[in-house]
């Protein structure tokens, strides 16, 4: 891949923004929105790295990374702490590369606890690269473990999906205090990007109710947009595709296409994105 070898050869461009996306609580939809909102800031020209820092591996599948192609990826980056060139795979959406999850990345966990700057091994490593992308997004596992810390340690803030279902608030809260912690004791930038509201059901009162508990604590810093439920979305995976490129009509697609306009508006003041009715510029087609 020499392509992406100069990309990293070359010079850092203004300021690489780093986001993780994260919850403890699993299945809220957080590799959902990290293919999604990855795919869809590519759309909007930007250079975006997706690095899957999960060992379920969802996102390497979501993107179409097969298991032999992911013998290089996030376990190398934490471990070796440093990221070479064979790491980044180019994904199927032009300007979206990829670190996959590599199968030793279920010990990572446990044999980073040895090793030294264990919670800087993510952040190090990004830093040492001068990466050329735009934005890095960082899908995390279901946990608040060292994995989980590195990206929270490596970004300059945090996503949260967060599924409208009762105890949604109670598990917010932890996530908070974390996300406290770790700006006090490792990383003092750390911000709440947002949160967003994900597998949304306009239908279902406890949805609502949820909804609205959660914009009177957080306010502003829940996304207008919120993702439906759809099916389309959930089907996607299986065929290697972001919903984007999958079906960029419906309506899961689009909100998520919003959603990375209200990112960029709140990471660069820009992106008044329209929705898009038209996946040609996503396949480059
Ligand atoms: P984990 O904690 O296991 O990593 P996660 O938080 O990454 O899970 P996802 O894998 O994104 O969650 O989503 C959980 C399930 O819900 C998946 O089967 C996914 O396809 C489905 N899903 C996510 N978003 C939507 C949506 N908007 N509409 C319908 N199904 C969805
Ligand atoms: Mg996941």
Same mark, same amino acid.
């Given at each position: 891949?020499?392509?992406?070898?100069?990309?990293?050869?070359?010079?850092?461009?203004?300021?690489?923004?780093?986001?993780?996306?994260?919850?403890?609580?699993?299945?809220? /939809?957080?590799?959902? =929105?990290?293919?999604?909102? &990855?795919? *869809?800031?590519? %759309?909007? $020209?930007?250079?975006?790295? @997706? +690095?899957?820092?999960?060992?379920? /591996?969802?996102?390497? =599948?979501?993107?179409?990374? &097969?298991? *032999?192609?992911? %013998?290089? $990826?996030?376990?190398?980056? @934490? +471990?070796?702490?440093?990221?070479?060139?064979?790491?980044?795979?180019?994904?199927?959406?032009?300007?979206?590369?990829?670190?996959?999850?590599?199968?030793?990345?279920?010990?990572?966990?446990?044999?980073?606890?040895?090793?030294?700057?264990?919670?800087?091994?993510?952040?190090?490593?990004?830093?040492?690269?001068?990466?050329?992308?735009?934005?890095?997004?960082?899908?995390?596992?279901?946990?608040?473990?060292?994995?989980?810390?590195?990206?929270?340690?490596?970004?300059?803030?945090?996503?949260?999906?967060?599924?409208?279902?009762?105890?949604?608030?109670?598990?917010?809260?932890?996530?908070?205090?974390?996300?406290?912690?770790?700006?006090?004791?490792?990383?003092?930038?750390?911000?709440?990007?947002?949160?967003?509201?994900?597998?949304?059901?306009?239908?279902?009162?406890?949805?609502?109710q949820?909804?609205?508990?959660?914009r009177?604590?957080?306010?502003?810093?829940?996304?207008?947009?919120?993702?439906?439920?759809?099916v389309?979305?959930?089907e996607?995976?299986?065929?290697?595709?972001?919903?984007?490129?999958?079906?960029?009509r419906c309506?899961?697609?689009?909100?998520?296409?919003?959603?990375?306009?209200e990112?960029?508006?709140?990471?660069?003041?820009?992106?008044?994105?329209?929705?898009?009715?038209?996946?040609?510029?996503?396949?480059?087609a």
């Open positions: 891949m020499p392509e992406i070898r100069d990309q990293l050869a070359e010079s850092t461009q203004a300021q690489t923004i780093v986001i993780a996306i994260a919850n403890q609580k699993g299945g809220v /939809g957080k590799t959902t =929105t990290a293919v999604n909102l &990855a795919t *869809a800031l590519a %759309a909007c $020209g930007k250079r975006v790295l @997706l +690095i899957d820092l999960d060992p379920q /591996g969802n996102a390497s =599948t979501g993107l179409g990374i &097969a298991r *032999a192609d992911r %013998a290089h $990826g996030a376990y190398q980056v @934490l +471990i070796e702490g440093k990221l070479s060139a064979e790491t980044i795979h180019q994904s199927l959406v032009p300007n979206l590369d990829i670190i996959p999850a590599s199968p030793d990345l279920i010990g990572a966990d446990i044999e980073l606890i040895e090793l030294d700057r264990r919670e800087y091994r993510l952040r190090d490593a990004l830093t040492e690269a001068g990466l050329a992308h735009d934005f890095v997004l960082i899908d995390c596992p279901p946990s608040l473990s060292l994995l989980t810390l590195n990206a929270m340690v490596a970004a300059a803030s945090v996503l949260v999906p967060l599924q409208c279902e009762f105890f949604a608030l109670e598990g917010l809260s932890q996530l908070v205090k974390t996300i406290d912690r770790v700006k006090m004791h490792l990383n003092p930038e750390l911000q709440i990007q947002g949160v967003v509201l994900t597998m949304f059901d306009r239908r279902s009162s406890l949805n609502e949820v909804a609205a508990d959660v009177e604590h957080f306010g502003a810093k829940v996304y207008e947009t919120t993702i439906p439920r759809n389309r979305v959930a996607a995976p299986s065929y290697g595709k972001p919903a984007l490129l999958y079906d960029i309506p899961g697609s689009q909100a998520y296409v919003m959603l990375a306009s990112v960029l508006r709140r990471e660069l003041g820009q992106g008044a994105l329209a929705p898009t009715t038209d996946g040609q510029e996503l396949t480059g």
